[in-house]
């Protein structure tokens, strides 16, 4: 089987952040989310691991780049763990931003850094089995204490897009309570602190990385924020390229994005031929 080949964006401003991107990989950075993206999706999100193809491709594509960073909702050192990217050679220089950006995890030194807990997350988490079990839902819905926020997933619900409607408006008025949003996804909802996002955690890192041109790659209504910020980023002259992680439950990413991709197998086959243009890294 020979290598992929590299796809090409169906807009102007892709084709311009992809070129941006090959003629001056040093100064790019590839962020990419996690479940979905670099992970398939699965019933229970406690078993989520990254495409077996993931870590390999992403090992032969940084050396090349600027950096990459891999920007999720969940705890940083949860996604460190099910991606697999602790110790991986070429990964040297890795960055996980977890909850959209709190917290944060360098490879060079191993380590989380994280910001102070946000306040009103636990007093919606102690309420929460209350209110599932109040919806007539309870029963196949789990909710995920992801520290910093909380998730309630009707995947595994007899009928999970009703479960899901049926939660949604009880779960805002508890997040308004609290002083908390929702984030709806892919049959989740999820309640976490106002102005904290994947597009502020991407733009910030951005700056910080003195880019030259980014690649967001997402597949849910929480990269919408991420794609936003390459949008704003591209109007102030800096390429972007964005790519989504194409799934049949979300189709607003795709209609924004610049290429889609068939999943998770899809972002693989676009890292390794992003390392395969891009020849061997520098010594």
Same mark, same amino acid.
Request: charge should be negative.
């Given at each position: 089987?020979?290598?992929?080949?590299?796809?090409? &964006?169906?807009?102007? %401003?892709?084709?311009?952040?992809?070129?941006?991107?090959?003629?001056?990989?040093? =100064?790019?950075?590839?962020?990419?989310?996690?479940?979905?993206?670099?992970?398939?999706?699965?019933?229970? &999100?406690?078993?989520?691991?990254?495409?077996?193809?993931?870590?390999?491709? $992403?090992?032969?594509?940084? #050396?090349?780049?600027?950096?990459?960073?891999?920007?999720?909702? =969940?705890?940083?050192?949860?996604?460190?763990?099910?991606?697999?990217?602790?110790?991986?050679?070429?990964?040297?220089?890795?960055?996980?931003?977890?909850?959209?950006?709190?917290?944060?995890?360098?490879?060079?030194? !191993?380590?989380?850094?994280?910001?102070?807990? &946000?306040?009103?997350?636990?007093?919606?988490?102690?309420?929460?089995?209350?209110?599932?079990?109040?919806?007539?839902? !309870?029963?196949?819905?789990?909710?995920?204490?992801? !520290?910093?926020?909380?998730?309630?997933?009707?995947?595994?619900?007899?009928?999970?897009?009703?479960?899901?409607?049926?939660?949604?408006?009880?779960?805002?008025?508890?997040?308004?309570?609290?002083?908390?949003?929702?984030?709806?996804?892919?049959?989740? $909802?999820?309640?976490?602190? #106002?102005?904290?996002?994947?597009?502020?955690?991407?733009?910030?890192? *951005? =700056?910080?990385?003195?880019?030259?041109? *980014?690649?967001?790659?997402?597949?849910?209504?929480?990269?919408?924020?991420?794609?936003?910020?390459?949008?704003?980023? =591209?109007?102030?002259?800096? &390429? !972007?390229?964005?790519?989504?992680?194409?799934?049949?439950?979300?189709?607003?990413?795709?209609?924004?994005?610049?290429?889609?991709?068939?999943? #998770?197998?899809?972002?693989?086959? $676009?890292?390794?031929?992003?390392?395969?243009?891009?020849?061997? %890294?520098?010594?």
């Amino acid at each position: 089987m020979g290598s992929p080949s590299l796809p090409v &964006p169906v807009t102007p %401003a892709g084709r311009d952040g992809l070129a941006a991107l090959l003629a001056g990989p040093r =100064r790019a950075v590839v962020a990419l989310d996690f479940d979905g993206t670099l992970a398939g999706i699965v019933p229970d &999100p406690e078993q989520a691991r990254a495409h077996p193809g993931a870590v390999p491709a $992403l090992a032969r594509l940084a #050396p090349r780049l600027g950096s990459v960073a891999v920007i999720t909702g =969940r705890p940083a050192e949860v996604a460190v763990r099910y991606g697999g990217f602790a110790g991986a050679a070429g990964l040297e220089r890795l960055v996980v931003l977890g909850h959209y950006g709190a917290e944060r995890w360098d490879a060079t030194t !191993g380590a989380v850094t994280a910001d102070a807990p &946000p306040p009103g997350v636990a007093a919606a988490r102690a309420e929460l089995p209350g209110i599932v079990a109040g919806s007539g839902f !309870g029963r196949g819905t789990w909710i995920e204490d992801k !520290g910093r926020a909380v998730a309630v997933h009707t995947r595994r619900t007899a009928h999970p897009q009703a479960a899901f409607d049926a939660l949604r408006e009880p779960l805002s008025a508890l997040a308004e309570r609290h002083g908390l949003i929702v984030e709806p996804g892919r049959l989740v $909802l999820e309640l976490r602190p #106002p102005g904290v996002d994947k597009g502020a955690a991407l733009a910030s890192y *951005v =700056r910080e990385s003195g880019a030259g041109c *980014v690649l967001y790659a997402g597949d849910d209504l929480g990269d919408l924020a991420a794609f936003a910020a390459v949008e704003e980023l =591209r109007a102030e002259g800096l &390429p !972007g390229l964005l790519v989504c992680s194409g799934s049949s439950e979300v189709t607003e990413l795709a209609d924004r994005a610049d290429l889609v991709v068939d999943g #998770p197998g899809g972002v693989v086959e $676009l890292l390794t031929a992003l390392a395969d243009r891009l020849g061997p %890294a520098a010594g």
